[in-house]
């Protein structure tokens, strides 16, 4: 960088950022240019490769020859035998696999077991028998992330997908069927580590298909959540059966980890309840007890004037000596939210929108209820000037044709217009029947 003469292309560090805004095909022809691409952008080209069906796939000589970049694999559909002969890939460190006609679990797993010392995260859509490969999950000895999608543990194959699951950060189940819980799970509750590190879970369409009596599946799945003291992201998404059977298993779960004592989750900063129908008051009553809130993303839980409360409190519940005390936060919630999505059905305008606006500097993002014009103006300035995603409805309940109207429509602008980050996408709703994005705002729309 000394010389001054020296051209900006031939400076690997410059290069390499310009890779990060092409395409494959676009490498494939950069690389072309000059050596100092070449070797800087090669990087690039081999740091995922993607496996299909019907496709010009690189042959395993030349995996074998640029292996040192090779950082993820990805087998779309198909997984040719030869690419199991595949070795020391010093870099790989995720697997994805969608089972396809040529799937074989022997060949999964002997690739995994070839890296096992690399691999830090498995992906595995569709792959009903895993049982020749529980025992090769145990040996990657890093393996943090863990997703399935779409597979039946039976009842031979739940104590070695427990032992698996005891070391990751995160783990992601989406259609899967378990048999049963380990023997004597549902008694122990002294272990409360039995996942210690999971910070990250989802669950989403998981069935427990033979809960121990008296015990519902939704209430196991509940108490296998409470088992992840570090947890600090959970989704929990179910829409097996008729509506009304999914809601009973969304309180269920809900109650189980967030109303029964004792509560667990003291780290959890980020919660997706879909299609879980939560009231108010069971909303606050989680929020009580939580130190950090980032995400809450409940399209179908009521966000009420309780909710808010806790939202805006300086204290909190903590559980101490088996007595819930309270104490004070050292920052309050809506301080640290910055995404909020919430029932946008069957309420009515009372505040709370302007009141989220008005006192959550850190918020992105926003999909709630109504907030009316008279609101707006009567309330403090909105302070989320990070704001990039609004979803709600605007009620004009004043007069558009009077001076006074005017002049509160044109408050109600300016507040939108210094919403300067909101994406195309985002949108009011005018009295239900006027709309306008964001990022296209004029004075003869406000």
């Not at 104590?159 to 005891?166: A, H, N």
């Amino acid at each position: 960088m000394s010389n001054l003469n020296l051209n900006p292309l031939e400076i690997p560090d410059i290069v390499s950022l310009i890779s990060d805004f092409l395409e494959q095909k676009d490498l494939l022809s950069c690389i072309r240019v000059s050596k100092v691409f070449h070797n800087t952008l090669v990087k690039s080209i081999w740091k995922q490769i993607i496996i299909k069906c019907d496709s010009r796939n690189p042959t395993v000589e030349a995996l074998q020859n640029y292996k040192k970049y090779i950082e993820a694999l990805v087998f779309l559909h198909t997984f040719p035998q030869e690419y199991t002969a595949l070795q020391g890939c010093s870099r790989l460190r995720s697997i994805e696999c969608i089972a396809g006609i040529s799937y074989n679990p022997c060949h999964v797993s002997n690739l995994i077991k070839s890296h096992s010392c690399t691999i830090t995260e498995l992906t595995l859509y569709y792959v009903e028998d895993l049982r020749e490969i529980w025992g090769t999950f145990l040996e990657c000895t890093h393996l943090q992330a863990l997703t399935i999608h779409g597979a039946y543990i039976p009842e031979d194959e739940v104590s070695l997908f427990f032992q698996v699951c005891k070391g990751l950060r995160c783990l992601d189940l989406v259609r899967v069927n378990i048999d049963q819980l380990p023997f004597d799970f549902m008694n122990n509750d002294t272990d409360m580590s039995i996942f210690p590190n999971m910070n990250t879970l989802g669950l989403q369409d998981v069935q427990i298909l033979s809960p121990p009596h008296p015990h519902t599946g939704s209430y196991c799945l509940g108490m296998l959540t409470k088992r992840c003291p570090r947890l600090r992201s959970l989704s929990f998404y179910d829409i097996i059966g008729s509506t009304e059977s999914s809601q009973q298993i969304h309180t269920e779960f809900y109650r189980t980890v967030f109303l029964d004592h004792p509560f667990t989750l003291t780290d959890l900063s980020d919660l997706s309840m879909h299609f879980g129908r939560i009231k108010d008051k069971d909303m606050a009553a989680l929020l009580r007890q939580m130190t950090e809130l980032r995400r809450l993303v409940a399209q179908f839980c009521e966000f009420g004037p309780l909710s808010i409360r806790e939202l805006l409190a300086d204290e909190q519940e903590i559980q101490k000596n088996g007595h819930i005390e309270r104490k004070r936060r050292e920052q309050r919630l809506c301080d640290t939210v910055e995404r909020l999505e919430f029932s946008r059905e069957g309420i009515k305008s009372d505040g709370i929108v302007q009141t989220i606006l008005s006192n959550c500097p850190r918020l992105k993002a926003l999909h709630g209820t109504e907030v009316t014009v008279t609101e707006i103006v009567g309330g403090a300035e909105w302070v989320c000037t990070e704001l990039t995603n609004l979803h709600v409805n605007l009620v004009v309940d004043v007069d558009q044709e009077t001076t006074e109207g005017k002049e509160k429509g044109r408050i109600v602008y300016e507040r939108i217009r210094k919403l300067t980050r909101l994406n195309r996408d985002a949108f009011l709703r005018f009295s239900g029947f006027l709309s306008f994005t964001g990022s296209n705002l004029d004075e003869s729309q406000a």
